[in-house]
């Protein structure tokens, strides 16, 4: 019998190789085919979450997954509907990690009406914690359900909700799809900090209740002109509630990847949770408080977007405000639909408990703020002459969506006095229902700061005074004092 000798560097060398034959997981190979009445699809993408293919001019593709990728899904391409069950489309199939060849087809319907023109309605923060605040969560459904009644009835209605849908009671998701179901749109849905598993050991594992009962936590859809994206800026760092504001490197990857068949110059509308600036607050600089706030690598995501027009959507804060970015980027932060955590109808910034309706006419957007129980044209609130003690000789306007582009002009006895004063403070009501401490259910509430409050002083007491609020789009809205 003949022997090999091998000197210790050798058979290190082969116990590295064999390690890396067998102990690394292998690509999984999926294939499969898109298509909408027995017509394959062609250009479609499709993804595991990390790389990107696109489909062939019979509508086939093949794509060799990750192996720590949960879902194999494609990017919706414009003029089609996904499947929809429980009110969220289904544009993925799970995929099983133990099969390494799988076939896996999609099949698609084609839209009914043109989509060149089509409302957005977004939500944020729902946040149930238990089956009351489920029940209370109809109260919204039914406000949305007359919104869309009132659109053209032959334009399609999408909705998102933009993160929160429950308030760490993960088994309530079920409960909360059958709910908006009952909108009967196709209702995508953001992961937010609340709707993540805290019990796991790293953020890879965070997701892992959601991804299974909502679809992928970053993905991409297309409705006529306007490309859709949605991302998980959430990162925990396995601390009790411990997150921050972060989107990691394999999105902004696949983000890269996204948007490289997207022209140039279109409008992308990107929804995530976190706000990407920390923009309503001047009070508070703690740096801790920053970083569960804003995404703390922003500017990696604004240099992807440049050559785009990009609306963001966002929630979290349980206030509204719109921050102008850059020229080509407009952030839209959204008043939650639980308002103040549902402890009552105002937000913790003064804006009833609502929504933000988006029309998309092409490539353009339009807006505005719907809150719940109130028509369209109640855009702000006032507050007479001494009811806020910290501006006592003054009337103030909280101008609920107010960005840069408003006008919040004043008239006395008919005579145009200019515009008022923008001021940083509180909203009155606010701060009489949601003193700190004085909650039952949560001890912590309290009233926040904001900038979408404005004020005046009048010369005489007694005089007439009525406010001109006019929005981006020249809508003027006027009340009487």
């Known amino acids: 019998m003949r022997y090999i000798k091998l000197t210790i560097i050798q058979i290190i060398s082969v116990l590295l190789i064999v390690n890396v034959l067998f102990a690394q997981p292998k690509q999984l190979s999926i294939k499969g085919k898109i298509q909408s009445q027995g017509k394959g699809l062609a ?14 001019s019979k509508g086939n593709y093949k794509l060799l997954a990750s ?51 089509h409302t957005l309605i977004a939500w944020a923060d729902p946040q149930v914690i238990d ?36 308030f760490d009671r993960l088994n309530l998701l079920e409960d909360y799809k059958k709910a908006i179901a009952k909108i009967q749109v196709p209702f995508y849905q953001v992961i937010g900090n609340h709707d993540m598993d805290y019990n796991e050991r790293s953020d890879e594992l965070s997701d892992q209740t959601f991804t299974t009962k909502m679809g992928p936590s970053h993905y991409s859809y297309n409705i006529g002109n306007v490309h859709y994206v949605v991302l998980k800026d959430i990162f925990y760092y396995g601390y009790s509630y411990r997150y921050i504001g972060y989107i990691d490197e394999n999105q902004l990857s696949w983000l890269e990847q996204d948007l490289k068949r997207i022209k140039q110059g279109s409008t992308v509308i990107l929804s995530l949770h976190i706000p990407t600036f920390y923009g309503e607050s001047e ?27 990009t609306h963001i959507l966002a929630g979290h804060s349980h206030t509204q405000w719109n921050k102008k970015i850059a020229e080509n980027i407009l952030e839209h932060v959204h008043a939650a639909a639980s308002a103040a955590w549902w402890q009552g109808d105002i937000c913790v910034d003064g804006t009833p408990r609502g929504y933000t309706v988006y029309m998309i006419d092409n490539d353009k957007v339009s807006w505005y703020f ?7 044209s109640e855009q702000f609130k006032l507050y007479a002459v001494g009811i806020d003690e910290n501006n006592a000789e003054y009337f103030i306007a909280n101008v609920f969506n107010y960005d840069a582009a408003w006008k919040v002009e004043w008239l006395e006895d008919g005579v145009l006095k200019g515009e008022m004063t923008q001021y940083w403070g509180v909203d009155p009501d606010a701060n009489k229902q949601y003193q700190p401490g004085m909650n039952k259910k949560y001890s912590w509430l309290s009233a926040g700061v904001t900038h979408h409050l404005f004020k005046a002083k009048p010369v005489n007491p007694n005089s007439k005074i009525t406010i001109h609020v006019t929005d981006s789009f020249k809508n003027t809205y006027i009340k009487e004092l």
Do not use: C, W
């Not at 009351?132 to 334009?155: A, C, F, H, W, Y």
């Not at 719907?370 to 369209?376: A, E, I, P, Q, S």
């Open 370 to 376: 719907k809150g719940v129980g109130f028509d369209k």
């Open 67 to 117: 192996p720590k990728s949960k879902h194999v899904y494609y990017s919706l391409p414009s003029g089609y509907n996904s499947p929809i069950v429980d009110g969220i489309p289904v544009f993925y199939s799970f995929i099983q990690a133990s099969n390494k060849v799988q076939t896996v087809n999609f099949e698609l319907t084609k839209a009914q009406y043109s989509q060149q023109k």
């Open 43 to 56: 250009g479609v993408a499709v993804s595991d979450g990390f790389s990107i293919v696109e489909t062939d």
């Open 283 to 309: 009070e508070n600089s703690d740096f801790r408080y920053i970083m569960a706030n804003s995404v703390m690598n922003r500017s990696a995501l604004f240099k992807i977007l440049e050559p785009f027009n």
């Open 131 to 166: 089956l009351e605040e489920l029940g209370m969560l109809e109260s919204v459904i039914v406000d949305v359900n007359r919104t869309i009644e009132s659109l053209p009835q032959n334009q399609p209605v999408f909705a998102i909700s933009l993160g929160d849908n429950v």
